[in-house]
Every structure is written in structure tokens, then in C-alpha cells.
Nanobody, 118 residues
Framework: QVQLVESGGGLVQPGGSLRLSCAASGFSFSTSVMSWYRQAPGKERELVATITGASGTTTYADSVKGRFTIAKDNAKNTVYLQMNSLKPEDTAVYYC???????????WGQGTQVTVSS
């Protein structure tokens, strides 16, 4: 009964902000590595940001560094992606991914659409 449910996507103007949420259940959230990926039409899925389980260490793709912030709330089993200064090239379906270290199982959410357009 593992579930990853993304929310918060939508239409935003260039320069605007959105906060994506991923609500997790059915596994040990606090010790898992959580990531956000995105996939635009005609392009391969790319890693946007990740946050580790124990230390909370974050990494970002160069294209979003300084604009996006990944964070998590262990009490709510939720990981967030705060997206600021959005650009049209940020338009994509954004996916939440969990890597469970025990057994190295990987789980994906269904995705949420982010469209940046005037």
C-alpha cells in the first residue's frame, strides 16, 4: 500500500511561484531518499532535486539551483518542492520518487503538471 501523491501543480506566469507537495505512506519516509523529477514533452525525465533520509542533505540540478528548494516534514510524511522565479522551460510533469534503502526499492508518484506561461 505504498502511495506517493503529488499536489500543487498548475498554471503560473513566468516569474511566479508554486509549491509542490508529495504525501507519502506505506514505507519509512524519514529514512528514505526523496527526489523530485520532471519530464517535458519530447524530453527524457530529469532529476530536479533530492533530499537524503538521515542527514537531510539536498542536491539540485544546475538549471534550478537558487530558484527551487526541496524540504521535508517527517511528522507529516511529506516532501515539498518550492519553486520560485519560474521560467517557461520549467514546464513539465513533476514526479515524486522515493528510494527505500532497505532492499533499494523505488516508488514513483503519478505526477503533477506544472505549466509556466503568460
Amino acid at each position: 500500500q505504498v502511495q506517493l501523491v503529488e499536489s500543487g501543480g498548475g498554471l503560473v506566469q513566468p516569474g511566479g511561484s508554486l509549491r509542490l507537495s508529495c504525501a507519502a505512506s506505506g514505507f519509512s519516509f524519514s529514512t528514505s531518499v526523496m527526489s523530485w523529477y520532471r519530464q517535458a514533452p519530447g524530453k527524457e525525465r530529469e532529476l530536479v532535486a533530492t533530499i537524503t533520509g538521515a542527514s537531510g542533505t539536498t542536491t539540485y540540478a544546475d538549471s534550478v539551483k537558487g530558484r527551487f528548494t526541496i524540504a521535508k516534514d517527517n511528522a507529516k510524511n511529506t516532501v515539498y518542492l518550492q519553486m520560485n522565479s519560474l521560467k517557461p522551460e520549467d514546464t513539465a510533469v513533476y514526479y515524486c520518487k522515493a528510494l527505500v534503502l532497505f532492499g533499494r526499492r523505488v516508488y514513483w508518484g503519478q505526477g503533477t503538471q506544472v505549466t509556466v506561461s503568460s
